[in-house]
């Protein structure tokens, strides 16, 4: 059974970066595709990136070159880096696994795997 976990700082300051890891249990991040996806408040899901297996990123263009997934692979998460941050950024975000890409946000249904999700909040 794979299990992921996000976790990171909750709250966070405009203008600064926000550090999340998803931790992974049962399944190798050296295989399938691992994203991560946020949801703001009262908002739809919205795709922020993802890694692939070999390493390949991909983030969504609106965040304008701010994000970076990165892997560990010696205690097998992934991490995202969001910088300079500002109140448009807060939400829950979700990491997920999936089998297949299409370069942006696949359907609910065809994510394998999901976690509980983390909540993030940008304000002074």
């Known amino acids: 059974q794979v299990h992921l976990q996000e976790s990171g700082p909750g709250l966070v300051r405009p203008g600064q970066t926000i550090s999340l890891i998803c931790s992974v249990s049962?399944?190798?991040?050296?295989?399938?595709?691992w994203h991560w996806i946020r949801q703001p408040p009262g908002k739809a899901l919205e795709w922020v990136g993802t890694?692939?297996?070999?390493?390949?990123?991909f983030y969504h263009p609106s965040l304008n070159s701010r994000a970076s997934i990165s892997r560990g692979t010696s205690k097998n998460h992934i991490n995202l880096q969001l910088n300079s941050v500002s109140p448009k950024d807060t939400g829950v975000y979700f990491c997920a696994r999936s089998a297949y890409v299409n370069g942006g946000m696949l359907k609910r249904e065809e994510y394998d795997d999901w976690g509980q999700g983390t909540q993030v909040t940008v304000s002074s």
């Open positions: 890694i692939g297996y070999g390493g390949t990123t």
């Open positions: 049962g399944e190798s991040i050296l295989t399938h595709y």
